[in-house]
């Protein structure tokens, strides 16, 4: 089963549920605000994808962050923020169990799609 985690308002995560659903794959999707991600997860995906690329910088959620929290970032730190704000993990972001896509890609979600089609 495919997970994709975003935000339900998100032109981009919507963007990656057509996609996927144009190619009649199920997924699961986990709304950050509304669900938050476990410490499980988290670890996983910082282990997975480095916190560089997890961490969104460009989000409305880092434009309100204090300004020491932005200074400083190590992956001790960033890890605290996603925890604390689950809507800073880049997205969307697509969990297919055997990897991770951080962000939209049409062409490795097409390829993801049609794995998980001939998978079953």
Same mark, same amino acid.
């Not at 998100?10 to 509304?34: E, G, Q, Y």
């Not at 961490?55 to 309100?64: F, G, I």
């Given at each position: ?9 998100? =032109? ?9 659903? &144009?190619?009649? #794959? =199920?997924?699961?999707? #986990? ?13 996983? %995906? ?12 460009? $989000?409305?959620?880092?434009? &309100?962050? =204090?300004? $020491?929290?932005?200074?400083?970032? =190590? ?20 969990? $297919?169990?055997? &990897?991770?896509? #951080?962000? %939209? ?13 001939? &998978?079953?």
């Amino acid at each position: 089963m495919i997970t994709l985690y975003g935000l339900k308002n998100c =032109d981009t995560c919507r963007k990656a549920r057509r996609a996927l659903a &144009s190619h009649n #794959v =199920d997924i699961h999707f #986990v709304d950050l605000r509304a669900e938050g991600i476990d410490d499980q997860q988290l670890d996983r %995906f910082l282990h997975e994808a480095g916190w560089q690329r997890l961490l969104n910088k460009q $989000s409305t959620t880092w434009r &309100s962050l =204090d300004d $020491s929290d932005k200074q400083n970032i =190590d992956e001790a730190k960033a890890r605290q923020l996603l925890r604390n704000h689950p809507t800073l993990i880049k997205r969307p972001l697509l969990d $297919s169990g055997e &990897s991770l896509v #951080v962000g %939209f890609d049409a062409d490795r979600y097409d390829a993801l799609a049609e794995a998980a089609k001939t &998978s079953h």
